[in-house]
């Protein structure tokens, strides 16, 4: 296996499907940081790494920078005073350079276009301010390294970013100021700065080490943020779902209670509601004329129709039966009017069948029958749950739709009562109810309902 291979495998790791680096942090750290410079060994993972940490370094190095010039600054005053005389001009121009260097630097990376080249600037910088020490040491005769070895660690640590540039700065620094100081320095002094380059190198190296590893691990937390953050959405989302579900399957109040309260049965007793029950006339005749996708999309238009009528006159659905459709009003205790708006919702069913019927080209009527009287409501099942009422006063409204003409609403007596009389109803009669006994109803519109034996005992 060649050297370049790990190398390799981890450039096309950073290329997979999913963000840049993703694949590659799947290794250990000392397999994606390199032991010598402390830097990614990844292009693309360092070119991240340095673009997320530009504003931060920029920042730092115009700190460092101008504290290391106040500091430069107000030490000639202090020198002087130890001293008891100001340097002279061959000491003062070094000085003055290197506080020119500076400012001209913490200048110049004010500018957009020279923030992009802010290492290089700052290495530029601090060469020549290491070659104006050295200039500096050359005109005090009695000069000594202290301060230089300072400047050269700080060369190193200005803007830790890459290495090689700021190892190349160190040493080249170095070497100028050795140069330049000539016999001012004693050689052991000066021998000093070799083993600070090397020291320097390797604080340096450290540092990109746990600068990156601490960049490796946000990476990783922040991806574990997000992915907690998606399942959180996605399990919000999912919740939501199944609330629609829940409040779309049943009525308000009771899907509020098995929210509340899941393992719950609801169950009321509710004495006073009005049920609406429709048949499609001549369903099984339709069943011989349409395909299978004609008779579903005709039902689907039928019951959406039927769906928004009783959603628009305040009924709730029941159920749908085959061709025959269930709602009742008066579910929600205290509620006024129920028998009125059932009314309303049987003409609403007319209406829309009559319409659906023209549209597709069928000839659609409805038999309706509207009975009130007590029920009993409740949730059956523990997988999917079903809204269902049961009693007499549903099977007399079944009753009563068969015993209705083509076309017709009938209406029972109960319902005359609950309405107040508000109702345009024809002559009562009497109807022979199998299983319910005799019930008076009448139609709605005050024509008389015509006799029809097959369908009265339903």
Known sequence: MSADMPHAFCHALLHCQDSPGKAFEIMDDKQQIAPLSGEFRSAPLERSYRRQQAVAELRQLRLLWFTALACFALYLPVEAQVRGDWPGWPELWPRLGIISVGVLVLLTLRYPAVIAARDWVSSAGLVTAMACYGCLLAARADGSSGALLLLLLGSYLFSPCRYRLHCATGMLGSLLAAVLAGGSVSGLELSYLLPANILSALALSGLNRSRRQLYLQSRRLAREVSRRRDAQRRLGQAHRRNLALLYNALPPAVAQQLRDRPGS????????????????????????????GQLLALLDALFSAFDAAAERRGLEKIKTIGDAYLAVAGLT?????????????????????????????????????LHTGPVVAGVLGSKRYAFDIWGETVNIASRLQAAAPVDGILISEATRLACAGRLPLGAGQRFELRGCGVVTAALLGGAECRREPARQSG
Do not use: H
């Open 265 to 292: 049965r609801p169950v009321r007793l509710l004495s006073s509601v009005t049920v609406v029950f429709a048949d499609i006339v001549g369903f099984s005749d339709l069943v011989r004329q349409l395909t299978p």
């Open 333 to 369: 205790p205290g509620e006024s009017g129920s028998g009125l708006r059932a009314v309303a919702m049987a003409r609403d069913l007319q209406r829309a069948a009559a319409a659906i019927g023209r549209r597709r080209q069928l000839d659609l009527k409805l038999r309706i029958a």
